[in-house]
């Protein structure tokens, strides 16, 4: 911050510069060293994938940015088809919690990544970076967890690594997962694809993974104990897929930064804007109640078991229903709209009948004093 | 959910800004003091809801803005001290001292933590003996109680591996500095009403007699608001300068006397540096003598501090309702809530930040009068 404020006052001396364009070839954010808002998924995070990953690898696989790389074997010289690729890591504490396990996020994370690229997951990889000292009963049944939650999501986990790390050096136990997936043909969705119009779904309440995770992380003790919503959302997908998959243009789940960050980024990187109706979004009491405390705001808190999807509105009922009908669906809800109006913003019209932006944030969410 | 949602009902809230329309015949400028309650105006868009003649100014009632950057840059230096465990409310880790901010401190090996309640900095110090664990007392007469207890337990425990990093600030005398600023604008107060919860209300009514302001303890839920707004309203069209409690639900006259207590068995009233703002005479609480020895300002003896504000930030303007956030030259420019030049950027609470965040979606007539660093906000 001594730099900002040294650059302020050499500004104020000579004339005010202009800064309108600013994606400036300035050293990602402000700190000199990583914070933990980097981890955040909010704009911290996306200047590291803007300004550092991405002009070192770029390649137009990667480019697209979407929660898995869509590899095309054709153009490849191979037989055909196309692929989807994606790899994510773990290093949630405590490594259980009601409603879930580090090994079952560890799974269904990437399992969702895939399947809401359009891929059906098939085969997945499993890297773990364990302390020394960690108790092997513990780590026993994260593997247990995760060979339960492949199976229910009908993927195989293939290739692994072990690495450990000296006591002191680690969290007890991280895993990294990456998945392949089948893409299915004729399926076309991507965050850039949204387009005025579609209606926007949810397929179930939201905030529940982050408040469970804080509760339990903050001995924070609620009436009713808040459940993780951790699945795996291929199979919810697929039928969506199969009755409906011309009219799903974009599907994401709002994992890290929450729904808020996920309707952003389907904002920017489509060119649209986005609007949804505060009151139609499903959020349990609890999970309400937790956040209200808090001082959070449930649409930047992390889910790992729901999806949103982009539609056309013409469908959306009929998607609607098949997600109600499903056991991962029931409280699935249509929470907004694609607008030409205001593009790259997300806005939400309040109970009150107002407007107000909702942006990315900048990194974690601060639980607020008063 | 009891007692929230039926305070957030759209309909109830469209009729009583009708309410407020109709009643409304001149242009009148009311303040709400609490940080709490700019929240919730923007987050609601209230705002949007009023006649076109009644502006809200928001007030310095955002304890993370105004505390004073000398008190930041000893959080600083506290904080990256070995053998300390620093605990802080989780907004004050962004707020920038003169060299950086507490995620920068912690990024740099200082044991910083995130604590919901300062018992929870009273426990740590307990598992930790060997550690000094230091809790960043900020915050107006709503966290006061609380930040007292922990002192009081401390002491009845004979912790010597505590102390409170105080920066408490009251309510009363910046209302009264407020009205005494040369070129203030306040018609009328909405006091914050979880100040009031604690603290009663019996404070106001020599305020709004003295001024001639209207002034209503106010909670924080859109029809609470609303309510606080029209009632200021009738008493302004009115010619009446009362103060009154619309937020009665929880708040009483005398307020919560056993808290009173245990705030005057621990603090004494003292100036208080606000930041932006300048030293306010009474504005604040100190630990008194008897419980000194919990003070880390004493504790920890930092000199040495050399503060320097950003010249770009008009905060202090902000601060005092002189201008609005979007006024101010740097408002979406050079300063932003990912590079904050001054405090009412860093909180969710701080005017800045509420403007910046909840920034309404814009007319283009608004945009224009709104300035350059809306017309940025609404691009990005």
């Known amino acids: 911050m001594a730099e900002n404020v040294k650059a302020a006052s050499a500004v104020s001396q000579t004339t005010v510069p202009d800064f309108s364009g600013w994606s400036c070839p300035l050293p990602l954010a402000d700190y000199p060293t990583i914070v933990m808002g980097h981890g955040g998924g909010g704009k911290l995070g996306n200047e590291l994938v803007e300004h550092l990953f991405l002009p070192a690898f770029r390649n137009p696989e990667l480019e697209n940015l979407g929660d898995a790389a869509v590899l095309d074997l054709g153009a490849a010289g191979l037989s055909g088809g196309r692929l989807a690729m994606s790899t994510d890591s773990f290093v949630v504490q405590p490594l259980f919690f009601p409603g879930g396990s580090i090994g079952e996020l560890a799974v269904n994370g990437t399992v969702n990544d895939l399947a809401v690229s359009g891929a059906e997951p098939r085969f997945l990889s499993a890297s773990f970076i364990l302390e020394e000292g960690f108790a092997l009963n513990q780590l026993a049944a994260i593997v247990d967890d995760m060979a339960r939650a492949a199976a229910v999501a009908g993927v195989k986990i293939v290739t692994g690594d072990t690495k450990v790390v000296e006591r002191g050096h680690g969290d007890g136990c991280y895993i990294c997962t990456a998945g392949v997936g089948l893409l299915r043909p004729g399926i076309q969705v991507g965050p850039h694809r949204a387009q005025p119009g579609d209606a926007i779904l949810v397929s179930g309440t939201i905030g529940d993974h982050g408040m469970a995770i804080m509760s339990v992380r903050e001995g924070l003790e609620f009436e009713s104990q808040i459940r993780s919503d951790c699945a795996a959302l291929n199979g919810l997908i697929t039928e969506v897929l199969a009755a409906a998959g011309g009219a799903v243009h974009a599907m994401r789940d709002p994992t890290r930064g929450g729904l808020a960050s996920t309707l952003n980024e389907i904002a920017q990187a489509s060119g649209v804007g986005v609007e949804i109706d505060e009151p139609s979004l499903p959020v349990r009491p609890e999970v309400q109640s937790a956040c209200e405390l808090l001082g959070l705001d449930p649409v930047y808190v992390a889910n790992e078991g729901k999806a949103v999807f982009f539609v056309a509105p013409e469908a959306a009922d009929q998607i609607l229903e098949l997600l109600r009908a499903h056991p991962l669906g029931r409280e699935a809800a249509r929470i907004g709209r694609v607008t030409a109006e205001h593009p790259r913003l997300l806005v939400a019209r309040t109970a009150m009948g107002s407007n107000r932006v909702i942006p990315t944030q900048i990194g974690e969410q601060l639980p607020r004093i008063c | 959910m009891k007692y929230l949602t039926e305070f957030r009902n759209g ?370």
């Not at chain 2, 900020?138 to 401390?154: I, K, M, N, Q, R």
């Not at chain 2, 409170?164 to 909405?190: C, D, K, M, Y």
């Open chain 2, 11 to 380: 309909e109830i809230a469209q009729r009583m800004a009708r309410e407020i329309q109709s009643i409304t015949t001149r242009p009148w400028k009311i303040m709400e003091v609490c940080g709490g309650q700019t929240h919730s105006i923007i987050r609601n868009g209230i705002d949007q809801m009023l006649p076109a003649g009644i502006e809200m100014i928001h007030g310095p009632g955002c304890p993370v803005c105004v505390t004073s950057l000398e008190l930041i840059d000893k959080a600083l230096a506290i904080a990256a001290q070995p053998g300390v465990i620093f605990c802080s409310y989780g907004d004050m880790l962004r707020v920038p001292g003169t060299e950086g901010d507490l995620f920068q401190v912690k990024s740099a090996g200082g044991d910083v933590r995130v604590v919901y309640s300062p018992l929870d900095a009273v426990e740590l110090a307990v598992k930790n003996p060997e550690k000094q664990v230091v809790f960043f007392a900020v915050g107006f007469e709503t966290t006061a109680p609380a930040d007292a207890l922990s002192v009081h337990l401390a002491k009845r425990r004979g912790l010597k591996n505590f102390s409170l990093l105080v920066s408490h600030v009251l309510v009363p005398p910046a209302i009264a500095a407020i009205l005494q600023s040369p070129g203030n604008q306040v018609q009328a107060f909405l006091a914050a009403g979880h100040v009031c919860t604690v603290m009663g209300y019996w404070e106001y009514p020599p305020l709004a007699a003295k001024f001639k302001v209207p002034i209503v303890v106010t909670g924080f839920e859109p029809l609470d608001l609303l309510d606080g707004i029209r009632r200021a309203v009738v008493q302004l069209e009115a010619g009446r300068h009362e103060a009154e409690n619309a937020y009665e639900r929880v708040v009483t006259f005398e307020g919560n006397r056993a808290a009173q207590r245990l705030l005057a068995e621990v603090f004494d009233v003292a100036d208080r540096a606000w930041r932006g703002i300048g030293v306010i005479p009474n504005s604040g609480w100190r630990l008194n003598q008897a419980y000194r020895a919990f003070d880390a300002e004493e504790r920890f003896q930092i000199s040495g501090i050399h503060t320097a504000e950003s010249p770009l930030c008009h905060s202090g303007d902000v601060l005092r309702g002189a201008i609005k956030p979007a006024e101010c030259p740097a408002f979406g420019k050079e300063c932003t809530p990912r590079h904050p030049l001054g405090a009412t950027m860093v909180s969710n609470e701080g005017a800045c930040a509420a403007y910046y965040n909840y920034g309404r979606f814009l007319s283009a007539e608004e945009l224009a009068s709104a300035g350059s660093g809306l017309t940025k906000l609404v691009k990005e």
